[in-house]
């Protein structure tokens, strides 16, 4: 098994940028695909990014792909979400997930269903 801690977040003014962190433990990073998700208040938890087991493969939900960039560090066992030009409508909470099910890009990979553990998140906060 391995346990997600999600840090980073903060409040930020628009236009501006954040580093997300999935800092990982237990079973080494390296044997999971990982994915970060996020969750705006009264809105369902909504795909962002995946990345596969060696962080030569990545998949993005359109409306990011641009602005959002997942890389890992399997040295570090830790995953990030490198986020610029963030507007309001990026306020939510970031959740990162880990499968090991499924190491490379899948076509589920966007899916909630498809990762078995969930870090706690962390939230975001753009101000306009």
């Known amino acids: 098994q391995v346990q997600l801690v999600e840090s980073g977040g903060g409040l930020v003014q628009a236009g501006g940028s954040l580093r997300l962190s999935c800092a990982a433990s237990?079973?080494?990073?390296?044997?999971?695909?990982v994915a970060w998700f996020r969750q705006a208040p009264g809105k369902e938890r909504d795909f962002v990014a995946a990345i596969n087991w060696s962080g030569d493969d990545t998949y993005y939900a359109t409306s990011k792909k641009g602005r959002f960039t997942i890389s890992r560090d399997n040295a570090k066992n830790t995953v990030y979400l490198q986020m610029n030009s963030l507007n309001p409508g990026d306020t939510a909470v970031y959740y990162c997930a880990a499968t090991e099910r499924a190491l490379n890009i899948t076509p589920y990979s966007n899916t909630n269903n498809h990762y078995d553990y969930w870090g706690q998140g962390t939230q975001v906060t753009v101000s306009s």
């Open positions: 237990g079973r080494a990073f390296s044997n999971y695909a």
